[in-house]
Protein backbone atom coordinates (compact mmCIF):
# COMPACT_ATOMS: atom_id res chain seq x y z
CA UNK A 1 0.00 0.00 0.00
CA UNK A 2 2.92 2.27 1.02
CA UNK A 3 4.22 1.71 -2.59
CA UNK A 4 0.86 2.67 -4.31
CA UNK A 5 0.39 5.64 -2.05
CA UNK A 6 3.50 6.88 -3.10
CA UNK A 7 2.79 7.25 -6.73
CA UNK A 8 -0.20 9.40 -5.92
CA UNK A 9 0.42 12.90 -6.55
CA UNK A 10 0.87 14.62 -2.70
CA UNK A 11 -2.26 15.59 -1.58
CA UNK A 12 -4.85 13.43 -3.83
CA UNK A 13 -7.06 10.62 -1.86
CA UNK A 14 -7.32 7.34 -2.52
CA UNK A 15 -10.51 6.64 -4.97
CA UNK A 16 -12.36 3.77 -5.13
CA UNK A 17 -11.00 3.90 -9.30
CA UNK A 18 -7.51 3.59 -7.76
CA UNK A 19 -8.43 0.29 -6.62
CA UNK A 20 -8.63 -1.27 -10.16
CA UNK A 21 -5.05 -0.09 -11.28
CA UNK A 22 -3.67 -1.75 -8.14
CA UNK A 23 -1.30 -4.03 -8.23
CA UNK A 24 1.16 -5.25 -5.41
CA UNK A 25 3.55 -7.93 -5.04
CA UNK A 26 3.51 -10.95 -2.76
CA UNK A 27 4.98 -14.20 -1.66
CA UNK A 28 9.01 -13.50 -2.79
CA UNK A 29 11.05 -17.02 -2.93
CA UNK A 30 14.77 -17.52 -3.71
CA UNK A 31 15.65 -20.34 -5.02
CA UNK A 32 18.69 -22.49 -3.50
CA UNK A 33 21.87 -21.12 -5.02
CA UNK A 34 20.54 -17.49 -4.56
CA UNK A 35 20.71 -16.44 -8.00
CA UNK A 36 16.87 -15.42 -8.57
CA UNK A 37 13.50 -14.28 -6.77
CA UNK A 38 10.15 -15.37 -7.84
CA UNK A 39 7.04 -13.63 -6.69
CA UNK A 40 3.89 -12.81 -7.45
CA UNK A 41 2.22 -9.37 -9.15
CA UNK A 42 -1.57 -9.60 -8.00
CA UNK A 43 -4.18 -7.05 -9.35
CA UNK A 44 -8.29 -7.00 -9.75
CA UNK A 45 -9.83 -7.00 -13.38
CA UNK A 46 -12.60 -4.72 -13.22
CA UNK A 47 -14.47 -6.69 -16.11
CA UNK A 48 -15.19 -9.87 -14.03
CA UNK A 49 -14.23 -8.76 -10.53
CA UNK A 50 -12.22 -11.01 -9.95
CA UNK A 51 -8.66 -11.22 -8.05
CA UNK A 52 -5.60 -12.03 -10.49
CA UNK A 53 -1.88 -13.36 -9.90
CA UNK A 54 0.95 -13.99 -12.56
CA UNK A 55 4.22 -15.40 -11.41
CA UNK A 56 7.42 -13.06 -11.83
CA UNK A 57 11.48 -13.96 -11.66
CA UNK A 58 14.40 -11.41 -11.40
CA UNK A 59 17.69 -11.89 -11.05
CA UNK A 60 19.37 -11.11 -7.60
CA UNK A 61 22.09 -9.51 -9.90
CA UNK A 62 19.81 -7.18 -10.68
CA UNK A 63 18.12 -6.56 -14.08
CA UNK A 64 14.44 -6.49 -15.57
CA UNK A 65 11.67 -8.46 -14.50
CA UNK A 66 10.08 -11.08 -16.36
CA UNK A 67 6.93 -12.41 -16.10
CA UNK A 68 6.64 -16.18 -15.96
CA UNK A 69 2.93 -16.88 -16.23
CA UNK A 70 0.62 -14.90 -17.69
CA UNK A 71 -3.50 -14.72 -17.68
CA UNK A 72 -6.40 -13.73 -16.21
CA UNK A 73 -6.24 -16.36 -13.23
CA UNK A 74 -4.61 -16.74 -10.09
CA UNK A 75 -1.17 -17.79 -9.49
CA UNK A 76 0.40 -18.00 -6.32
CA UNK A 77 2.42 -19.59 -3.43
CA UNK A 78 4.98 -20.36 -5.69
CA UNK A 79 8.07 -22.61 -4.42
CA UNK A 80 10.92 -23.34 -6.20
CA UNK A 81 12.17 -27.00 -7.06
CA UNK A 82 15.99 -27.79 -5.10
CA UNK A 83 17.74 -27.50 -7.90
CA UNK A 84 16.11 -24.26 -9.20
CA UNK A 85 14.95 -25.95 -12.53
CA UNK A 86 10.82 -26.09 -11.53
CA UNK A 87 8.76 -24.10 -9.57
CA UNK A 88 5.54 -25.56 -8.21
CA UNK A 89 2.84 -23.15 -7.64
CA UNK A 90 -1.17 -23.06 -6.73
CA UNK A 91 -3.81 -21.74 -10.10
CA UNK A 92 -6.84 -21.62 -10.23
CA UNK A 93 -6.53 -21.55 -14.12
CA UNK A 94 -7.87 -25.28 -13.92
CA UNK A 95 -11.37 -24.16 -12.76
CA UNK A 96 -10.48 -24.72 -9.39
CA UNK A 97 -6.93 -24.19 -7.46
CA UNK A 98 -4.58 -26.73 -7.94
CA UNK A 99 -0.90 -27.42 -7.66
CA UNK A 100 0.71 -26.89 -11.06
CA UNK A 101 4.88 -27.05 -11.70
CA UNK A 102 6.59 -24.73 -14.35
CA UNK A 103 9.80 -25.82 -16.02
CA UNK A 104 12.06 -23.09 -16.25
CA UNK A 105 13.86 -24.63 -19.27
CA UNK A 106 10.63 -24.88 -21.63
CA UNK A 107 8.59 -22.54 -20.13
CA UNK A 108 5.75 -25.34 -19.97
CA UNK A 109 2.85 -26.00 -17.15
CA UNK A 110 2.36 -28.91 -15.93
CA UNK A 111 -1.27 -29.37 -13.35
CA UNK A 112 0.13 -31.90 -10.90
CA UNK A 113 -3.06 -32.71 -8.33
CA UNK A 114 -6.88 -32.74 -9.49
CA UNK A 115 -8.20 -32.38 -6.04
CA UNK A 116 -12.00 -31.62 -4.53
CA UNK A 117 -10.40 -29.50 -2.13
CA UNK A 118 -8.25 -27.03 -3.06
CA UNK A 119 -4.73 -26.92 -1.54
CA UNK A 120 -4.13 -24.48 0.96
CA UNK A 121 -0.46 -24.33 -0.27
CA UNK A 122 2.35 -26.06 -1.85
CA UNK A 123 4.58 -28.55 0.37
CA UNK A 124 8.15 -28.53 -1.22
CA UNK A 125 8.63 -32.41 -0.66
CA UNK A 126 6.15 -32.93 -2.60
CA UNK A 127 6.02 -31.49 -6.09
CA UNK A 128 9.76 -32.77 -6.77
CA UNK A 129 8.47 -36.26 -7.14
CA UNK A 130 5.81 -35.97 -9.91
CA UNK A 131 4.16 -39.53 -10.47
CA UNK A 132 0.71 -41.16 -9.69
CA UNK A 133 2.41 -42.02 -6.33
CA UNK A 134 3.64 -38.88 -5.56
CA UNK A 135 0.12 -36.86 -6.20
CA UNK A 136 -1.82 -39.33 -4.83
CA UNK A 137 0.08 -38.49 -1.12
CA UNK A 138 -0.43 -35.40 -1.97
CA UNK A 139 -3.97 -35.41 -2.61
CA UNK A 140 -4.68 -37.16 0.44
CA UNK A 141 -2.83 -35.11 2.47
CA UNK A 142 -4.55 -32.41 1.25
CA UNK A 143 -8.34 -33.94 0.96
CA UNK A 144 -9.92 -36.68 -0.94
CA UNK A 145 -9.08 -36.90 -4.93
CA UNK A 146 -11.58 -35.57 -7.32
Known amino acids: MLLFAAC ?13 DWRDLASPRINADGSAVVYVERW ?23 RITEGIWLDS ?15 DRSGSPQIWTRRMDLGSDFQVTRLAMPPLSVTARYPWRIN ?4 SELASSCGSES
Open 8 to 20: LPAGQPLTPADWW
Open 44 to 66: NRREDDRFCGNLWTVSTAGGAPR
Open 77 to 91: LPVWSPDGGRIAFVS
Open 132 to 135: SAAT
